[in-house]
Each structure stands twice: as structure tokens, then as C-alpha cells.
């Protein structure tokens, strides 16, 4: 055996161990293959990573090894919360793993009197573990939890020890996940923002990504600003409005995504409008262990970084009627339902309803779609970008 009689702390089985681990960020299928190497190099019975909500209460998604399906969903469902040791684990530091037999007040008698033994952890053999918050975000808490058998044994101060040599490189792992997610932020939104400046946006306004152009835009507006990593307008009315926008549409995600989106205007210093437009944008794989919950989309119509739409080309091209082809433009452009209707002398309603069957005909549901799909055609003709300043 390598290393220690209890734990191989070096030796090829570790270093798999970390390669498996580096892989995670480009295939998170992988977390499963990296715990099932965890409990073998540990020789631990079974091993869990939650991801949960930022007070570490609803876990939102998670994988697991030597644990089955229904046994995992009741610990999910309700014995995560009843768990002796989670009360004292939120008050324990974060990034780092302790051992249940050594670091928490429920001692080992204590501990087999427990509903979280007898009802669920009894049945699967499990009677000691180690576990810990690994990684905090602003709106996510990441545990790990490693267990043993009765006849395993409890992790001594040594194991735990060789846990939290480990620790960093999850750290590390994770990182690069958030790192390649912001990344792919900015490629789809840049895919649905065209040449517009963008950001992408979490609740509560913080920046996942900012392009170069909306950079420059934001520096260079009195009604908008980026601090403290969230962009939001600076005056408290339009704020309010932006912000519950971004959040609606984020919100969304218990909806398919179906959120029409919507825009908040915002006065210029020449005395023009800065429209926002804001609509939703979802991950490209939910189902994958560290995925993130959907994002907002806004990108910014300013006049000097639009082109004219060519409303009978938007026709031609999407099979519209001139009145259909008229809303798309105007979509396209930056303007919002009210505006355009009080433009024709239409109720919004009646705008409404033009607007549906130009998304129907134009195969997209929300309005950055629609926008991004004429912007992207041959129907825009666009004028050369400003240069970006810095």
C-alpha cells in the first residue's frame, strides 16, 4: 500500500486521481469518475458534491458514487437537512473538510440515535464521513461529502489532512468551470447581439461578461453605470425598473425560458434615448453538475452602432406582410411595442398580435431573437462601428 496504512497520500492512483479532476472543467461528466477514484484512493465507502443555494439549505443539483438513486433523492429531498452535523457545519470555515468522528460536537453514540441514522444512513452502512464547503459564490455553496463504513472506520486527523491538500485543486477545477461558463456567455450572447454592444448579466445585475463595445458605451454614459461588478442605471426609478426586468427574465427558467423580455429607455447627454433591451438567455447544458442558471442578454441600441433595416428585404426574406415586416424593423431597431404603436397610431394590443405572427413566421419566441435574426440577414444595412475607446 502506498503512503500511510490508513491513506495512500502519493502514487499513481493520486495522480489519476488530479487528472480526472483537471479534465472536469471541458467535460463535467467526469465529477462522477473523479469520486469514484476519491473513495477508492481514500478507501472510503461513497462520496457526494452538492450544489447548493447560497445558505447551504436546497441543493440544486449534485452527483454522487456508491450511493443509489432513491436513497440519494431522499437525502436530497429531507435528510440533508436533518443531518447532525449540518447545523455546525455552516458555522465551520469554508474551504476545508472535517471529520465527523473528530470535529463536530455529535459524537459517535449521539450520532447513532439520530432519525439521520436510523431512517436513512443505517440502511446503507454509513458511520463516519468527512465534509465541508469547497467552493462559495454569490448565489451558490459547494459541498463535499466522503463516507466509511462501520468497518472502514472513521477518518482520522491524518485522512482529513490529506483531504484538505486536496481541496485547492477542486478550488481550482471549479474556478476554471466558472472561467470557460463566462467565456461561452460572451460567444452566444455575442451570437445574438450581433455587432450591438452586450453584457450578460446575473440577478441583481452582476456582470458575467461585458463585451469591449458596451465597455466603451457604459463609460461614456451619464445614465449608466458599471460598479462594484453589477450594471444597472443610475437613477433609482429606471434602476428599479431595469432590475426587476433582469430578474424576471432569469426567473424565467421555471418556464422554458418562454420570458418575452422587455426594454427600459435611458436619457443620453445629446438629449437621444439609450434602449436596453433585455431578454433571456439559458445555459447550453442545464443538466451538467456546475451549469448555470440562466442568464439575462442586454444589448444596448445606440444609434451610432445601427444600421438602416430594410423593411421590403425583411419581408421578402421572412415572408412577412408589409404591416409584419414594419414591427419586425422596428424590433430590430430597438424600439419597444408601446413606442412602435404609438408610432403607427395602433393599440399595443393590436401590435401584439402583429408581432406573434411575425415570430411564428420567423421561427424565434422573444424579441432579442427576432432582433438578432434580422441583424444577422442581408436586410440590415449597416453603417461601420464607432472606433472603441478605452
Known sequence: ???????????????????????????????????????TVSQSRSARLLVLDKAAETVRSSTKINIDDRAHQDYVDYFVNTCPWRPELKEKPAGRLYSTYLDFSCRQRRFYKTEFYNDWAR???????????????????????????GGQGPY??????????????????????????????????????????????????????????AQALIAGEESLACRHGRLAPKRQGPRERFLTLVDRVIAGAGRDWRHSGGTVS??????????????????????????????????FHAPEYEGAVDEQQVAELFDLTSAEARVAAAIAEGSDLKSLADRLSLSVETVRGQLKSVFRKTGTRRQNELAARILLSPALRPREAPPIKL
Open 123 to 149: 440502511g446503507l452502512d454509513i458511520h463516519h464521513g468527512v465534509c465541508g464547503t469547497v467552493y462559495q459564490a454569490d448565489d451558490y455553496t459547494i459541498q463535499l461529502l466522503v463516507q466509511r463504513t
Open 266 to 299: 435611458l436619457p443620453r447627454r445629446d438629449g437621444g434615448r439609450l434602449v436596453c433591451m433585455v431578454g433571456p438567455i439559458a445555459p447550453a447544458n442545464s443538466g451538467a453538475l456546475l451549469a448555470p442558471e440562466g442568464r439575462a442578454l442586454v444589448y
Open 1 to 39: 500500500m502506498e503512503g500511510s496504512s490508513r491513506l495512500p497520500y502519493t502514487g499513481a492512483g493520486h495522480q489519476a486521481l488530479l487528472d480526472t479532476l483537471y479534465a472536469t472543467p471541458t467535460d463535467q461528466s467526469l465529477w462522477r469518475s473523479f469520486l469514484h477514484q476519491l473513495v
Open 156 to 213: 482520522e486527523a491524518q485522512d482529513t489532512a490529506w483531504f484538505n491538500e486536496l481541496v485547492p485543486h477542486v478550488r481550482r477545477a471549479i474556478d476554471l468551470t466558472r472561467h470557460l461558463h463566462q467565456l461561452e456567455w460572451g460567444q452566444r450572447g455575442g451570437r445574438t447581439a450581433a455587432h450591438r454592444p452586450f453584457a450578460v448579466l446575473a440577478q441583481g445585475g452582476r456582470v458575467e461578461f461585458l463585451c469591449d463595445r
